[in-house]
């Protein structure tokens, strides 16, 4: 029922649906966060931004309060949102051992040398990343497989349903999952307790990937402007089939639901759920005008 998490019984009271969400109101609290994900139809026009960035703006939080103006120490006293946390590392842990894979692999279709080794470089640094948080992960006494078990099933078939046909696809693929990614981590990141926030801000460090692939597509689709129609399609899959994983993840984890709607820390309520998917969506968009794609 809504009414089970703080942020659905908010909602319940004013008797109103926040954006994106049904006025079912019975429904599972997981499935109204589900709803808010869904790219909205008033998504930015590609034509309005002023320059590109590599990730959604967070809300301002110069001044963190609650559970974010804690430590881990203090802050995970609360044996709800240690859960959420270790959710949340586990599901970021798996995703960076992901990206150094799915790396590696594009390394392959590579067409020159210096390409090959710029990726290397970049899956190493994605390594490093898992490293901090498989460490971090045990520093709290969490087995780190158990932890990231959950989530490579989802992750798994993200990657297995979008596999890239060549090297153009593998760049636009890597940009667009890690930025939508990156973008998500961020905004829950500014809700988290100091020393979570600090990893998990670390640990989103750009590897370079983002110029690199707006440098290499722009200059393909200069070379040969049809190549811009079929990769935006391309991009629009991923966007839709990152969206539709990330929804089965948070309807599933009920950490991550409460987390999200203000069950722990200062979590969002569902129609500021709406709002950062909105920002995410609008991020999205200008990075495909960045390379010349429409979203």
């Known amino acids: 029922m809504l009414g089970d998490f703080p942020g659905c019984r908010t909602a319940e009271r004013a008797g109103r649906a926040p954006y994106g969400v049904d006025q079912a109101l019975t429904a599972r609290c997981g499935r109204a966060i589900v709803r808010s994900m869904e790219t909205p139809d008033n998504a930015a026009d590609p034509t309005d931004h002023a320059e590109h960035t590599d990730h959604a703006e967070p809300a301002d939080t ?45 390394a392959k279709l590579a067409p020159t040398l210096g390409d090959k080794a710029e990726l290397a470089t970049m899956a190493t640094a994605e390594f490093h990343h898992f490293e901090r948080l498989r460490d971090r992960l045990a520093a709290i006494d969490v087995d780190p497989t158990a932890a990231m078990e959950p989530f490579a099933q989802a992750l798994d078939d993200f990657h297995r349903q979008t596999a890239p046909s060549d090297w153009l696809e593998g760049l636009v693929k890597a940009y667009v999952g890690d930025s939508i990614a990156s973008d998500f981590y961020r905004e829950v990141a500014a809700r988290l307790d100091s020393d979570t926030r600090a990893l998990v801000m670390a640990v989103l460090d750009d590897t370079g990937h983002g110029h690199f692939a707006v440098e290499k597509v722009t200059a393909a689709i200069e070379a040969d402007p049809r190549v811009g129609g079929r990769l935006a399609l391309w991009a629009r899959r991923l966007m839709g089939e990152a969206l539709s994983q990330a929804q089965r993840v948070v309807a599933e984890r009920d950490a991550l639901s409460t987390m999200l709607v203000g069950g722990v820390a200062d979590g969002f309520d569902l129609a500021a759920v709406g709002e950062m998917f909105t920002r995410i969506t609008k991020a999205h968009t200008q990075r495909m005008a960045a390379l010349g794609l429409a979203a």
């Open 62 to 106: 110069t001044e963190h309060t609650g559970i974010a103006a804690q430590d881990w120490a203090t802050a995970s006293a609360q044996p709800q949102y240690r859960a959420a946390v270790v959710d949340l590392l586990g599901a970021l842990a798996y995703g960076e051992l992901a990206a150094f894979e799915r790396l590696a692999e594009d």
